[in-house]
Protein backbone atom coordinates (compact mmCIF):
# COMPACT_ATOMS: atom_id res chain seq x y z
CA UNK A 1 0.00 0.00 0.00
CA UNK A 2 1.21 3.56 -0.90
CA UNK A 3 -0.47 6.37 1.42
CA UNK A 4 0.16 10.15 1.09
CA UNK A 5 -0.37 12.52 4.68
CA UNK A 6 -1.13 15.60 2.74
CA UNK A 7 -1.85 18.93 5.44
CA UNK A 8 -0.02 21.79 6.23
CA UNK A 9 2.47 22.64 8.46
CA UNK A 10 1.92 21.62 12.09
CA UNK A 11 -1.03 19.16 10.47
CA UNK A 12 0.17 16.42 12.43
CA UNK A 13 1.67 14.04 9.97
CA UNK A 14 4.91 13.91 11.57
CA UNK A 15 3.11 12.21 14.66
CA UNK A 16 0.59 9.94 12.94
CA UNK A 17 2.74 8.66 10.32
CA UNK A 18 5.08 7.81 12.77
CA UNK A 19 2.38 5.52 14.52
CA UNK A 20 0.79 4.37 11.42
CA UNK A 21 3.51 3.13 9.38
CA UNK A 22 4.74 1.30 12.60
CA UNK A 23 1.47 -0.17 13.11
CA UNK A 24 0.78 -1.15 9.12
CA UNK A 25 4.02 -2.11 8.11
CA UNK A 26 4.73 0.55 5.93
CA UNK A 27 8.19 2.71 5.25
CA UNK A 28 7.75 6.39 6.62
CA UNK A 29 9.03 8.74 4.31
CA UNK A 30 9.51 12.69 5.47
CA UNK A 31 11.46 14.32 2.63
CA UNK A 32 11.51 17.37 5.38
CA UNK A 33 13.32 14.49 8.14
CA UNK A 34 15.65 13.86 5.10
CA UNK A 35 16.41 17.32 4.55
CA UNK A 36 17.28 17.65 8.19
CA UNK A 37 19.31 14.62 8.01
CA UNK A 38 21.39 15.95 5.12
CA UNK A 39 21.80 19.01 6.68
CA UNK A 40 23.09 17.85 9.88
CA UNK A 41 25.57 16.06 8.28
CA UNK A 42 26.82 18.60 6.28
CA UNK A 43 26.38 17.28 2.62
CA UNK A 44 26.00 19.07 -0.34
CA UNK A 45 22.60 18.38 -0.31
CA UNK A 46 21.79 19.19 2.82
CA UNK A 47 23.53 22.64 2.36
CA UNK A 48 21.50 23.19 -0.26
CA UNK A 49 18.04 22.44 1.18
CA UNK A 50 19.19 24.59 4.28
CA UNK A 51 19.10 27.72 2.60
CA UNK A 52 15.36 27.13 1.22
CA UNK A 53 14.75 25.82 4.91
CA UNK A 54 15.29 28.18 7.05
CA UNK A 55 13.46 30.98 5.45
CA UNK A 56 10.28 28.65 5.33
CA UNK A 57 10.67 28.57 1.30
CA UNK A 58 10.34 24.83 -0.92
CA UNK A 59 13.32 23.37 -1.68
CA UNK A 60 13.17 23.11 -5.50
CA UNK A 61 11.47 20.36 -7.43
CA UNK A 62 14.60 19.12 -9.11
CA UNK A 63 16.50 18.46 -5.97
CA UNK A 64 13.31 17.11 -3.74
CA UNK A 65 12.38 14.88 -7.18
CA UNK A 66 15.71 13.09 -6.98
CA UNK A 67 15.98 12.49 -3.90
CA UNK A 68 12.51 11.15 -3.06
CA UNK A 69 12.68 8.54 -5.83
CA UNK A 70 16.08 7.76 -5.08
CA UNK A 71 14.92 6.81 -1.50
CA UNK A 72 11.38 4.76 -2.60
CA UNK A 73 13.54 2.84 -5.41
CA UNK A 74 15.70 1.02 -2.27
CA UNK A 75 14.43 -2.06 -1.42
CA UNK A 76 13.25 -1.35 1.88
CA UNK A 77 10.27 0.79 0.18
CA UNK A 78 9.04 -2.27 -1.42
CA UNK A 79 6.67 -3.55 0.94
CA UNK A 80 5.12 0.02 1.45
CA UNK A 81 5.27 3.77 1.92
CA UNK A 82 3.92 6.27 3.79
CA UNK A 83 4.51 9.61 2.19
CA UNK A 84 4.88 12.53 4.74
CA UNK A 85 5.42 16.18 3.25
CA UNK A 86 6.13 15.01 -0.13
CA UNK A 87 4.76 15.68 -2.95
CA UNK A 88 4.04 19.48 -2.18
CA UNK A 89 4.14 20.42 -6.07
CA UNK A 90 2.03 19.75 -8.97
CA UNK A 91 5.44 18.60 -11.16
CA UNK A 92 6.38 16.49 -7.80
CA UNK A 93 3.01 14.35 -7.24
CA UNK A 94 3.43 13.93 -11.20
CA UNK A 95 6.83 12.78 -11.09
CA UNK A 96 5.68 10.23 -8.35
CA UNK A 97 3.25 8.79 -10.23
CA UNK A 98 5.21 7.96 -13.14
CA UNK A 99 7.98 6.22 -11.11
CA UNK A 100 5.52 4.28 -9.10
CA UNK A 101 4.06 3.85 -12.23
CA UNK A 102 7.14 2.16 -13.67
CA UNK A 103 7.51 -0.35 -10.39
CA UNK A 104 4.07 -1.48 -11.15
CA UNK A 105 2.50 0.07 -8.28
CA UNK A 106 0.89 3.41 -7.19
CA UNK A 107 -0.32 5.84 -4.73
CA UNK A 108 -3.72 3.95 -3.09
CA UNK A 109 -5.13 6.89 -0.65
CA UNK A 110 -4.06 10.20 0.00
CA UNK A 111 -5.30 11.27 3.77
CA UNK A 112 -5.30 15.25 3.77
CA UNK A 113 -5.40 15.92 7.92
CA UNK A 114 -7.36 19.69 7.85
CA UNK A 115 -6.68 21.74 10.82
CA UNK A 116 -8.05 25.43 11.48
CA UNK A 117 -4.89 28.06 10.35
CA UNK A 118 -5.64 29.17 13.95
CA UNK A 119 -4.13 26.45 15.30
CA UNK A 120 -1.06 25.62 13.25
CA UNK A 121 1.25 28.50 14.89
CA UNK A 122 0.49 27.56 18.51
CA UNK A 123 1.13 23.38 17.46
CA UNK A 124 4.52 24.75 15.76
CA UNK A 125 6.07 27.47 17.96
CA UNK A 126 5.36 24.76 20.96
CA UNK A 127 6.88 21.78 19.33
CA UNK A 128 9.91 20.09 20.58
CA UNK A 129 11.64 17.08 18.63
CA UNK A 130 14.15 14.43 19.41
CA UNK A 131 17.06 14.57 17.17
CA UNK A 132 17.67 11.30 17.57
CA UNK A 133 15.25 8.94 17.68
CA UNK A 134 12.81 11.41 15.88
CA UNK A 135 9.90 11.66 18.09
CA UNK A 136 7.70 14.85 18.03
CA UNK A 137 6.76 16.73 21.51
CA UNK A 138 4.63 20.04 22.50
CA UNK A 139 5.17 21.67 25.88
CA UNK A 140 1.97 21.88 26.47
CA UNK A 141 -0.58 19.08 24.34
CA UNK A 142 2.18 15.99 24.69
CA UNK A 143 5.32 17.57 26.78
CA UNK A 144 7.98 14.33 27.35
CA UNK A 145 7.87 13.26 30.99
CA UNK A 146 11.15 14.53 32.08
CA UNK A 147 11.26 18.46 31.13
CA UNK A 148 13.42 18.39 27.84
CA UNK A 149 14.33 15.04 27.75
CA UNK A 150 13.00 12.53 24.91
CA UNK A 151 10.64 9.82 26.81
CA UNK A 152 11.81 7.01 24.45
CA UNK A 153 15.34 7.46 24.33
CA UNK A 154 16.33 10.37 26.75
CA UNK A 155 18.14 12.66 24.55
CA UNK A 156 18.10 16.42 24.84
CA UNK A 157 14.83 17.50 22.97
CA UNK A 158 15.67 20.56 19.79
CA UNK A 159 13.49 22.53 18.41
CA UNK A 160 13.23 23.31 14.68
CA UNK A 161 15.22 26.16 13.58
CA UNK A 162 11.92 26.98 11.17
CA UNK A 163 9.64 26.94 14.11
CA UNK A 164 10.23 30.80 14.96
CA UNK A 165 6.75 32.39 14.78
CA UNK A 166 8.04 34.76 11.52
CA UNK A 167 8.69 31.32 9.26
CA UNK A 168 5.79 29.88 10.19
CA UNK A 169 4.05 32.16 8.61
CA UNK A 170 6.37 31.77 5.30
CA UNK A 171 5.25 28.62 5.60
CA UNK A 172 1.89 28.59 5.92
CA UNK A 173 1.92 31.20 2.96
CA UNK A 174 3.79 29.36 0.77
CA UNK A 175 1.90 25.80 1.94
CA UNK A 176 -1.77 26.90 1.39
CA UNK A 177 -1.98 26.96 -2.56
CA UNK A 178 -0.11 24.47 -3.12
CA UNK A 179 -1.70 22.11 -0.06
CA UNK A 180 -5.25 22.87 -2.37
CA UNK A 181 -3.69 22.11 -5.93
CA UNK A 182 -2.64 18.94 -4.40
CA UNK A 183 -5.65 18.20 -2.93
CA UNK A 184 -7.54 18.60 -6.60
CA UNK A 185 -4.80 16.87 -8.21
CA UNK A 186 -5.91 13.69 -6.20
CA UNK A 187 -9.75 14.46 -5.35
CA UNK A 188 -9.84 14.12 -9.53
CA UNK A 189 -7.63 10.81 -9.40
CA UNK A 190 -10.51 10.12 -6.47
CA UNK A 191 -8.19 9.26 -3.88
CA UNK A 192 -8.45 12.24 -1.69
CA UNK A 193 -9.57 11.14 1.54
CA UNK A 194 -10.11 14.75 3.94
CA UNK A 195 -9.78 13.68 8.09
CA UNK A 196 -10.34 16.13 11.23
CA UNK A 197 -7.23 17.01 12.30
CA UNK A 198 -8.25 18.82 15.63
CA UNK A 199 -8.55 16.89 18.90
CA UNK A 200 -6.44 14.63 20.75
CA UNK A 201 -3.88 12.53 18.38
CA UNK A 202 -5.57 9.51 19.46
CA UNK A 203 -8.76 10.15 17.97
CA UNK A 204 -6.92 11.33 14.75
CA UNK A 205 -5.34 8.23 14.79
CA UNK A 206 -9.19 6.89 14.40
CA UNK A 207 -10.54 8.47 11.55
CA UNK A 208 -7.10 7.76 9.85
CA UNK A 209 -7.36 4.42 10.27
CA UNK A 210 -11.17 4.36 9.38
CA UNK A 211 -10.22 5.73 6.24
CA UNK A 212 -6.78 3.54 5.48
CA UNK A 213 -9.24 0.41 6.41
CA UNK A 214 -12.19 2.02 3.39
CA UNK A 215 -8.83 2.21 1.18
CA UNK A 216 -7.78 -1.02 1.64
CA UNK A 217 -11.32 -2.47 1.09
CA UNK A 218 -10.90 -0.76 -2.14
CA UNK A 219 -8.10 -3.12 -2.99
CA UNK A 220 -9.39 -5.97 -2.35
CA UNK A 221 -7.61 -6.75 1.01
CA UNK A 222 -10.12 -6.03 3.82
P1 LIG B 1 8.51 19.37 6.87
O1 LIG B 1 9.46 18.83 7.83
O2 LIG B 1 7.71 18.45 6.07
O3 LIG B 1 7.59 20.42 7.61
P2 LIG B 1 6.05 20.84 7.41
O4 LIG B 1 5.28 20.36 6.27
O5 LIG B 1 6.12 22.29 7.55
O6 LIG B 1 5.33 20.07 8.50
P3 LIG B 1 5.75 19.93 9.99
O7 LIG B 1 6.76 18.85 10.12
O8 LIG B 1 6.11 21.27 10.54
O9 LIG B 1 4.35 19.53 10.64
P4 LIG B 1 3.65 18.12 10.80
O10 LIG B 1 2.41 18.12 9.98
O11 LIG B 1 4.60 17.00 10.58
O12 LIG B 1 3.22 18.23 12.31
P5 LIG B 1 3.76 17.44 13.63
O13 LIG B 1 3.25 16.05 13.62
O14 LIG B 1 5.21 17.66 13.83
O15 LIG B 1 9.29 20.33 5.86
C1 LIG B 1 10.20 21.28 6.35
C2 LIG B 1 10.83 22.05 5.20
O16 LIG B 1 11.55 21.14 4.35
C3 LIG B 1 9.87 22.77 4.27
O17 LIG B 1 9.51 24.03 4.76
C4 LIG B 1 10.71 22.86 2.98
O18 LIG B 1 11.69 23.85 3.09
C5 LIG B 1 11.42 21.51 2.98
N1 LIG B 1 10.65 20.46 2.29
C6 LIG B 1 10.17 19.30 2.85
N2 LIG B 1 9.51 18.57 1.93
C7 LIG B 1 9.56 19.30 0.76
C8 LIG B 1 9.04 19.09 -0.54
N3 LIG B 1 8.32 17.97 -0.84
N4 LIG B 1 9.27 20.04 -1.48
C9 LIG B 1 10.00 21.13 -1.21
N5 LIG B 1 10.51 21.40 0.01
C10 LIG B 1 10.29 20.50 1.00
O19 LIG B 1 2.94 18.24 14.76
C11 LIG B 1 3.22 19.61 15.01
C12 LIG B 1 3.06 19.90 16.52
O20 LIG B 1 1.69 19.72 16.88
C13 LIG B 1 3.87 18.96 17.44
O21 LIG B 1 4.31 19.70 18.55
C14 LIG B 1 2.83 17.92 17.90
O22 LIG B 1 3.13 17.40 19.17
C15 LIG B 1 1.56 18.75 17.91
N6 LIG B 1 0.36 17.97 17.59
C16 LIG B 1 0.25 16.96 16.65
N7 LIG B 1 -1.01 16.49 16.63
C17 LIG B 1 -1.72 17.22 17.54
C18 LIG B 1 -3.09 17.19 17.98
N8 LIG B 1 -3.99 16.32 17.45
N9 LIG B 1 -3.47 18.08 18.92
C19 LIG B 1 -2.57 18.96 19.46
N10 LIG B 1 -1.26 19.02 19.10
C20 LIG B 1 -0.85 18.15 18.15
MG1 LIG C 1 6.66 16.86 10.07
ZN1 LIG D 1 14.28 10.10 21.30
Redesign the pocket.
Known amino acids: MQLILL???????????ALLAQRLGLLHI????L??AAAAEGTDLGKR?QE??SK??????EV?INM?LERIARPDAAEGIML??????IP?AEALDVALDGQGRQIDGVLY?QVPED?LMA??T???NCPSCGA???EL??PPKASGKCDKCGADLTQ?A??RPETVST?LG??RAWTEQLADFYEKQGKLRPVD?????A??TTRLLEQIDQVSAGMGKA
Open positions: GLPGAGKGTQASTGDFRAYMGELVPDTLDGFPRTQILRLGRWIYHTSRDDRQNGTGEPEV
